[in-house]
Nanobody, 116 residues
Framework: QVQLVESGGGLVQAGGSLRLSCAAS????????MGWYRQAPGKQRELVAN???????SYADSVKGRFTISRDNAKNTVFLQMNDLKPEDTAIYYC??????????WGQGTQVTVSS
């Protein structure tokens, strides 16, 4: 079993930055891929970015050039640096992990609100 605990959400003005963190406990083998998804009101949950234990980050087109995903394998933690935030980035952000994609382990979610 894997437990994921997110932190770092909040309220920010458009153009601002936030950094999300997600610490995983449990099976390291089960966190081969870690990433972030988001769900805005009335919309489906979507992939924001993910990264394998050996690297190779992947991003949604809507966040390329603004968001950066990274991970600390020693601490089994994944980060999402979000710059130049836009109101359309407002959503609940979920940390996710698994051996392969799609993930099977989910965090509780953290709210990100971007005001215009």
């Amino acid at each position: 079993q894997v437990q994921l605990v997110e932190s770092g959400g909040g309220l920010v003005q458009a153009g601002g930055s936030l950094r999300l963190s997600c610490a995983a406990s449990g099976s390291i083998f089960s966190t081969n891929i870690m990433g972030w998804y988001r769900q805005a009101p009335g919309k489906q949950r979507e992939l924001v970015a993910n990264i394998k234990r050996g690297g190779s980050p992947s991003y949604a087109d809507s966040v390329k050039g603004r968001f950066t995903i990274s991970r600390d394998n020693a601490k089994n933690t994944v980060f999402l640096q979000m710059n130049d935030l836009k109101p359309e980035d407002t959503a609940i952000y979920y940390c996710a992990a698994g051996i392969i994609s799609p993930p099977v382990y989910w965090g509780q979610g953290t709210q990100v609100t971007v005001s215009s």
